[in-house]
């Protein structure tokens, strides 16, 4: 089945530095990722949508200076919290799906592992 | 805006009871909705999608358009089917776009 990769699965940053988290689909192409945001003991929200060769789409009271993404290719989508606060401390999930028609596109969206960010 | 309403945090029941776990949502066209299962240390894995009508590990949820309800059923729990269960809906013209519910955490006692 289609597989998602996140990486790094936890990181310990200090506050005002930038951190990269990547999300790879490992045997599917994917021109369309997804960036969630989880709070502890709270539910996923959608922070973006990375579109392959073009700018992402933020949903509303995302700053998209605060987290930049790129999806440079159809197998990996960056998404990068820019001068890191401890406010931005969360744990950070994308997913993606095959292209419909395609093997494992009737299993929906394939989740990352998600990666914990802690800000000090 | 789209909003999934998933009213319990918590549930708990006995193995071999029979277990709800209820989702509304608010969307008034034609969402496609999902129930996402998190097992403990695991990632988020699709349980369920409306479209496909199957039944998964014992599970079902049938959309009901007229009570806006995507409620998910299983008429005997078992212990291994305590985890987190997020209900999520996506307009079907923006694949991907996943709303998710606060997630009802269930827990099965022996």
């Known amino acids: 089945g289609a597989v998602v990769s996140q990486h790094p699965s936890w990181v310990i940053c200090k506050s005002g530095t930038s951190v990269k988290i990547e999300c790879r689909s490992l045997?599917?192409?994917?021109?369309?990722m997804f960036w969630y945001r989880q709070f502890p003991k709270q539910s996923l929200m959608l922070m973006a949508t990375?579109?392959?060769?073009?700018?992402?789409?933020?949903e509303q009271g995302v700053e998209k200076d605060k987290f930049l993404i790129n999806h440079a290719s159809l197998t990996l989508s960056t998404l990068t919290v820019t001068s890191a606060h401890p406010e931005d401390s969360s744990f950070y999930i994308c997913?993606?799906?095959?292209?419909?028609?395609?093997?494992?596109?009737?299993?929906?969206?394939?989740f990352g592992s998600g990666t914990r960010l802690t800000v000090v | 805006a789209q909003r999934v309403t998933q009213p319990e945090k918590l549930l708990s029941v006995f193995k071999g009871a029979p277990v709800e776990l209820k989702c509304n949502y608010s969307?008034?066209?034609?969402?496609?909705l999902f129930w996402y299962v998190q097992y403990s240390r695991q990632r988020l894995q699709l349980l369920l999608r409306?479209?496909s009508r199957e039944s998964i590990k014992g599970f079902t949820a049938d959309l009901n358009k007229g009570e806006t309800s995507f409620h998910l059923k299983k008429p005997f729990a078992q212990e291994e089917d305590s985890a987190m269960y997020y209900c999520?809906?996506?307009?079907?013209?923006?694949?991907?776009?996943?709303?998710f519910g606060r997630g009802t955490q269930l827990t099965v006692w022996p």
């Open positions: 997913s993606a799906t095959p292209p419909p028609g395609t093997e494992g596109s009737n299993y929906g969206y394939t």
């Open positions: 045997d599917f192409q994917a021109t369309t």
């Open positions: 990375s579109n392959e060769g073009s700018k992402a789409t933020y």
């Open positions: 969307y008034s066209g034609s969402p496609e």
């Open positions: 409306h479209i």
């Open positions: 999520a809906s996506s307009r079907g013209s923006t694949l991907g776009r996943l709303y």
